[in-house]
């Protein structure tokens, strides 16, 4: 049997539980609605999550396999002299997301035109590294904005699992308990109340009948 609330077995708290039931089982309702739809976008994200791991690896292997060929015909020293000064190959905006109360970052990354380099000793493999890397930091970012928002989601996802179990589980079956309790205990003092009518009842028409 479920734990009782520490409460006056009374019409009038009966009255107030009958309300607080109803709109704990509303609460209720709501949270298995919403752990619902976190669970679908959390599959959904999961996903995505996935596609863009698989995409980011591989932009990574061809990001690096360029950046060795430009190290091994353009040298360390040149390569990092070329390097220096180059300007941001992204444009990255970072905002605000809400998804069912779940807030992340949005990513919104961009590859700039590559700009011309005037030095001596470049080579053309330069280029193709310069655009891989950018395109792998794009996935990156990407990926970044996947992985936080399925994480958050994941969170939260477990936060209503608990607050439904404890509403399912504890609390509603303490409440319908602790209602069941009082009305038992009103009807039996109701029930002894009407015997002791009954009693008074017989006695007041035995006087009645001796007199």
């Given at each position: ?67 060795s ?31 069912i ?36 930091v ?74």
């Amino acid at each position: 049997m479920a734990a009782l609330l520490k409460v006056s077995p009374t019409k009038s708290t009966l009255l107030t539980l009958k309300k607080q039931v109803n709109f704990l089982q509303q609460g209720y309702t709501l949270l298995e609605r919403k752990k619902e739809l976190l669970t679908r976008l959390v599959y959904e994200r999961l996903s995505l999550y996935r596609a863009l791991r698989n995409e980011a690896r591989a932009a990574m292997q061809k990001a690096y396999y360029w950046l060795s060929i430009s190290h091994i015909r353009m040298g360390s020293k040149t390569l990092r002299t070329a390097g220096q000064g180059l300007a941001p190959a992204l444009d990255v905006q970072i905002l605000p997301r809400s998804s069912i109360g779940v807030q992340y970052p949005s990513v919104t990354a961009n590859t700039r035109p590559l700009e011309p380099i005037g030095l001596m000793g470049t080579d053309a493999s330069f280029d193709e590294t310069r655009r891989h890397f950018a395109e792998m930091v794009k996935l990156m970012a990407q990926l970044g904005e996947a992985e936080t928002a399925l994480w958050r989601l994941l969170d939260e996802q477990r936060k209503t699992q608990k607050r439904v179990n404890a509403l399912k589980y504890n609390v509603i079956p303490k409440y319908r308990a602790t209602i069941h309790f009082i009305e038992s205990s009103l009807e039996e003092e109701e029930r002894n109340t009407l015997f002791q009518i009954k009693v008074l009842r017989a006695q007041v028409e035995k006087k009645k009948a001796k007199r």
